[in-house]
């Protein structure tokens, strides 16, 4: 099960079973030829079981420790060249020493709730293997397709295509200036410029950079959730994306893509500025009201912090802002009212967090109860797709990559429920009604 346990301080997640959830049925497409194949996001990749403490950084976890108990130490004073703290530094201690109290208490009792039911035990892989580590060329490639010409408004009927046409075609696709569609209900397995992917049902993306988003805003969809992880300005020496100017998020066409009251929401890191910056000038530029901060918090497998949570260097946990999209009386008047559920503020989502640099959890289980089962849902600056969304950015297929998963045959047999036909085509068209989009598998 995707959502382990849940409380009134927020839940456990364990986010390599929500990714599972939609590869449960999954084609796939070599040539013409089509095989049923099961597929997994290899476990490897949530297997972080090393808490990072002090010089004991290569120490296992201990899975009957106690929970938590090194937080509550006093943090090791970090040696300076000056004794005053700058002005940031001053800031992200006084934030942190506000929801410190929230974190620590709130994570040990939803730990506690997740370990009684068997979950977050220390659990490892028995058999060791590397981490895959699939170059990804996805941001070059945008770069490339910038010296290709902008398809006109006129063609605006042709900004959807299908991922898979009738024998298994994938040479038609323009990835980089068209939303690509599965309208399947199976997971499909596909080779698209020369890699092979694994694209989840009922999905659709687009694969550009910031200064080709305008196909998306054609796309003719109005979206009831919005997520986005901007790539923010950091001071780190390699990134594996190109970060971008705080300034340059306020273009973002959010008016265009959201619905009346949809939630938006976005994560941020421990830099006080970066919050400040979505609260007071990025979601009021938008038309957006913050309505709720939660905290991603990040675990081993024995439920330990993966970082003390007084370090000084790096902290536990992620925050998260969340909005709702307020238009203007001139601009909703053409949308049907809406109702919204409240958001509770300072929620946790507690998780073991992938080995993988910048692979966030999916956050469709734990919305899903404030935009509906039905919502359109649509991801910004994604490095995955979801069963279901819309997703949007220059690495959008990053962890689609097959190296990321185990593929193994199935049983044809077994693989197609009775009454279904797995090797029908597709139906639908772009342009046209394609079948309902069904936001991810419910919690088991």
């Known amino acids: 099960m995707s959502v382990v346990t849940q409380s009134t301080r927020g839940c456990v997640l364990d986010a390599r079973a929500l990714i599972d959830q939609g590869y449960s049925r999954c084609?796939?497409?070599?040539?013409?030829n089509k095989t049923h194949v099961t597929c997994r996001f290899k476990?490897?990749?949530?297997?972080?079981?090393?808490?990072?403490?002090g010089d004991n950084t290569g120490a296992a976890v201990d899975g009957n420790t106690e929970m938590l108990q090194k937080a509550d130490k006093p943090p090791k004073k970090r040696k300076r060249k000056h004794s005053e703290l700058n002005?940031?530094?001053?800031?992200?201690?006084?934030?942190?020493?506000?929801i410190r109290s929230v974190v620590l208490e709130g994570t040990k009792s939803l730990v506690d709730s997740a370990r009684s039911l068997g979950y977050l035990q220390g659990a490892t892989v028995s058999v060791e293997e590397p981490l895959p580590s699939q170059e990804c060329s996805l941001a070059a490639l945008c770069e490339m397709a910038k010296e290709l010409p902008l398809v006109n408004d006129?063609?605006?009927?042709?900004?959807?295509?299908?991922?898979?046409?009738?024998?298994?075609?994938?040479?038609?696709l323009d990835l980089f200036s068209r939303v690509t569609e599965n309208t399947s209900d199976w997971a499909t397995a596909v080779t698209l410029m020369g890699e092979e992917y694994v694209i989840p049902p009922n999905a659709a993306f687009l694969l550009s950079d910031f200064t080709r988003v305008q196909p998306l805003v054609h796309y003719g969809k109005r979206f009831e959730l919005i997520v986005m992880d901007p790539p923010w300005e950091n001071k780190s020496v390699k990134r594996s994306r190109s970060s971008l100017p705080s300034s340059q998020l306020k273009r973002l066409p959010i008016p265009l893509l959201a619905s009346p009251n949809s939630l938006v929401v976005t994560w941020v890191t421990n830099r006080p500025s970066h919050l400040r910056f979505v609260c007071d000038e990025l979601y009021p530029h938008w038309g957006v009201e913050v309505v709720a901060e939660w905290y991603w918090v990040k675990v081993t497998t024995s439920g330990q912090f993966v970082f003390p949570l007084d370090s000084q260097h790096k902290k536990p946990y992620e925050v998260l802002v969340l909005g709702r999209y307020r238009p203007s009386e001139s601009n909703s008047s053409s949308f049907p009212e809406t109702s919204e559920v409240p958001v509770e503020d300072r929620r946790l989502i507690v998780s073991v967090p992938s080995a993988l640099h910048s692979q966030k959890p999916s956050l469709s289980e734990v919305l899903k109860p404030y935009v509906g089962a039905e919502a359109e849902c649509l991801e910004l600056f994604a490095r995955s797709l979801q069963p279901g969304w819309t997703s949007w950015g220059n690495e959008v297929l990053k962890f689609q990559h097959t190296s990321y998963f185990t593929l193994t045959p199935a049983d044809d047999r077994a693989a197609v429920p009775k009454g279904e036909h797995a090797d029908a085509p597709a139906t639908s068209s772009p342009g046209k009604p394609s079948p309902p989009r069904r936001s991810p598998t419910t919690v088991d």
């Open 154 to 172: 006129e063609e605006q009927e042709e900004r959807v295509q299908l991922l898979v046409t009738e024998g298994g075609c994938t040479s038609h």
């Open 27 to 32: 084609a796939r497409w070599k040539g013409a």
């Open 87 to 98: 002005q940031g530094e001053i800031d992200s201690q006084a934030f942190h020493e506000k």
């Open 43 to 53: 476990r490897r990749c949530f297997q972080v079981s090393k808490s990072h403490y």
